[in-house]
């Protein structure tokens, strides 16, 4: 028998090389496809653990001594706890404990130095200074916006919360109904305890918390002297539609059953699109051009929506600062000298509101 040449021999067992490689390539790849395209989806969907974490990342938060303030260089602030037990509202938990910051105003600051005994609860009484109610980041505490503070506490009274599961506020199951109950619940304690006007700063999810909650206090005729939106969003699915990591999967049939769709079913959406149509009184919307988490595009829908559905007449004006691209970014807006007018501007916007409306 005429054996082959060792030429073809070594063609024959090159292209069966070739020909195994590429196969196993190709399983690789589609089995990176199965675990990446199609399980990690199916997971997300699935795991309203994985959806809490992702849009309540307190695990991110170091804790700290709540109870030792000026241990984070700040005097004249009460920490102290006030447990709410959800009175007829069957989707809060009972005695859920928040933490709480009491920041008075710089005007009174002087009486308090190096002086523990002050009466806390007492200055709510002092109608001269109005409060504000301030709603954090979902990746924050009410420790972390100190430099703000510094800024608004010229102006204001301040309350700052920790939401359940941040901070050291009870661990409970943490949902938009939940949380802004919690609020809720919150605001008519801090209603019952002062005649003083109250005012609403949410800061990025904080705009979430804040514009629902107004919506909400809306159905009790409870209704707040202004709402500041820091770096607002008009829903979470909307944001997340824009995340590079969420764009990579929005080819896929299954996208929005599987990634868009579990977020609004299992209550993590926090429409303020939706909630700013039932806000009573006037809006501030600030936000920086060179915002890396929140674009400033959905600052913009969410003031045209506002703007084009609400009747300013009785609901309030609407105000939008757009701050140009200087380094502010999301969390650094407080650096802006323009800042203090803005809020006093917005103040005297609110007042002379009020005076339309008595």
């Not at 510094?150 to 920790?162: Q, S, T």
């Not at 599961?165 to 939940?178: L, N």
């Not at 996208?255 to 806000?279: A, C, G, Q, W």
């Amino acid at each position: 028998m005429q054996k082959l040449p060792t030429t073809h021999k070594s063609r024959g067992c090159c292209a069966k090389c070739i020909l195994g490689t590429f196969i196993y390539i190709l399983v690789l790849l589609l089995l990176l496809f199965i675990i990446v395209f199609v399980i990690v989806p199916i997971v997300f969907k699935y795991s309203i653990g994985i959806q809490r974490n992702i849009i309540f990342p307190s695990w991110v938060i170091t804790p700290i001594n709540y109870s030792d303030v000026e241990a984070s260089g700040i005097k004249g602030v009460k920490n102290f706890y006030l447990t709410l037990d959800g009175g007829a509202n069957t989707t809060s938990d009972s005695n859920v404990t928040l933490g709480v910051w009491q920041i008075l105003p710089y005007e009174i600051l002087s009486d308090l130095i190096d002086n523990e005994d002050y009466n806390y609860e007492g200055a709510l009484t002092n109608e001269n200074y109005n409060i504000l109610l301030y709603l954090h980041g979902n990746g924050a505490d009410r420790a972390a916006a100190l430099e703000l503070y510094d800024i608004l506490r010229k102006y204001f009274h301040i309350f700052a919360v920790d939401y359940r599961g941040y901070g050291d506020s009870s661990m409970a199951e943490m949902t938009e109904s939940h949380i802004v109950t919690d609020m809720v619940e919150f605001y008519k304690w801090l209603r019952s305890k002062t005649n003083s006007k109250i005012y609403v700063w949410g800061h990025s999810l904080g705009t979430g918390v804040g514009t629902h909650l107004l919506a909400s206090l809306k159905k009790d005729n409870i209704y707040s002297k202004g709402l500041i939106l820091e770096t607002p969003f008009t829903s979470i699915t909307d944001v997340m539609l824009t995340h590079p990591i969420i764009k990579v999967f929005s080819f896929l049939p299954w996208f929005r059953t599987t990634m868009i769709e579990p977020i609004i079913y299992n209550d993590l959406n926090f429409e303020s699109k939706k909630h700013i149509l039932d806000v009573d009184c006037p809006v501030m919307i600030l936000h920086a051009k060179d915002d890396t988490v929140i674009p400033y595009s959905f600052a913009t829908e969410l003031y045209n929506t506002a703007v084009n559905n609400r009747n300013e007449s009785y609901q309030g004006n609407i105000t939008y600062h757009l701050f140009e691209s200087l380094g502010y970014d999301h969390m650094f807006l407080y650096r802006a000298p323009e800042l203090p007018t803005y809020v006093r501007d917005f103040m005297d916007d609110c007042n002379r509101y009020e005076k339309e409306h008595i």
